[in-house]
């Protein structure tokens, strides 16, 4: 018997970037073209992205704007914008292709948005713990596992509305 998702019906789709202190103000940027010396990411026309080749390029320019992209920030401050907790028996079983589909999923946003990525995963008493930099990448995998495996997953948001915890169980 299938198990319907359970969630706060005003979660859903309602998690804002807004005042994140780790994005530049609306209206306002970086110069031009900056890279991220940590992660390679590159920001033009307000935009990040990851482009290896225009990475190599601009790297090489005598006047490169090195900055630390808000996605590393946030790992390097340990400030995660969500956390995916899975629990539970299936789990245990599947923890193979569990992960391989969250790290697909990872790997595919990254490419829509570098700034969305997961920033650690931690491993206790049978449980898994998946920290991430965005919220919505953390509603997003909660999503992904119960298209895919069922079970129940609950979605709580923070009252700021920047953060959520995804609890996926079966």
């Not at 307000?46 to 630390?68: G, H, I, R, S």
């Not at 998946?130 to 509603?139: E, K, M, S, V, Y």
Request: hydrophobic share 30%.
């Amino acid at each position: 018997m299938k198990k319907a998702s359970r969630f706060n019906k005003h979660t859903r789709g309602q998690l804002s970037n807004e005042n994140d202190p780790y994005l530049p103000p609306k209206g306002k940027g970086l110069p031009s073209v900056s890279l991220c010396k940590d992660c390679t990411a590159v920001y033009q026309n307000k935009k990040w992205f990851l482009d290896p080749k225009l990475y190599e390029k601009k790297k090489a320019m005598k006047t490169v704007n090195w900055v630390t992209c808000p996605a590393c920030k946030k790992i390097k401050e340990n400030v995660p914008g969500g956390i995916v907790k899975l629990k539970g028996d299936f789990l245990k079983e599947h923890k193979q292709e569990i992960m391989n589909l969250i790290r697909h999923e990872d790997e595919r946003s990254k490419t829509y948005n570098p700034l969305k990525r997961i920033m650690k995963i931690q491993e206790k008493n049978n449980e898994i713990e998946i920290h991430t930099t965005t919220g919505t990448l953390a509603q997003r995998i909660g999503s992904i596992l119960f298209k895919a495996y069922d079970g129940e997953v609950e979605y709580k948001k923070h009252e700021n509305m920047k953060f959520i915890r995804v609890e996926w169980r079966r």
